[in-house]
């Protein structure tokens, strides 16, 4: 399903309920996504996928920098352009090809990304492309959780998670039948460490990851050479 088509009712309402459907815990990833990067009040930071602005916003909090956040979705941005009350740039633009310079920005985060763009490896290369050497960059996507969780997240994605869609309504019954599929499809074809290798193929050092909320998110981080 193309991510644009997906999310283009959910604006409004998406933070409240990623938030309820995640049990809490997607702000809490944010957090840690931000934690990652090392930057400034007189650094530049590239938010992609940008969304409603939650990660901008917590940029500006966490490191008090200068931030541009990017997203190809109108209905996330005019929800964005109203949350973020001109504290951030916003741009409309696709991942696989940003409209900047090399090496145009300090630092680089994005959330929720590799399972909207057709090549990942090559999204992330066009990601390496605009941060300066020497920059963080850090992504936050879902995962699969490994050993006893496992079974309990499968009961989730494929029950109460297409459940609690159906009855929020208004474009999150097809998020709630589409999530489980998305992420299990994805890792089926990017095996963990197929992503770490693609992250260091493209010159990222100093490649870290670490599982959260018991495996249903993961936060990878590094630093470009």
Known sequence: MDAQTLFAQLGPTYDRYAALLSFGQDP??????????VAGPADRVLDVATGT???????????NCVVVGVDHSDGMLATARQRVNGEVELVRASAE?????DGEFDALTFTY?????????????????VVKPGGTIAGLEFALPRGPARPLWELYVRAGLPAAGAVIGHGWREVGRFLGPSIRGFYARWPEER??????????????????????GIVTWGRKA
């Open 97 to 101: 090809s940003l409209p900047f310079a």
């Open 28 to 37: 809490r990833w944010r957090r840690f996504l931000v934690s990652r990067i």
């Open 195 to 216: 992503l770490l290798e693609a992250w260091r193929a493209v010159g990222i050092d100093d490649v870290g990851s670490r599982r959260l909320s018991l495996g249903g």
């Open 53 to 63: 602005g939650a990660v901008a916003l917590e940029l500006r909090r966490q490191k």
């Open 113 to 129: 990304l590799f399972r909207y763009v057709d090549d990942p490896a090559a999204t992330l290369r066009e990601l390496a492309r």
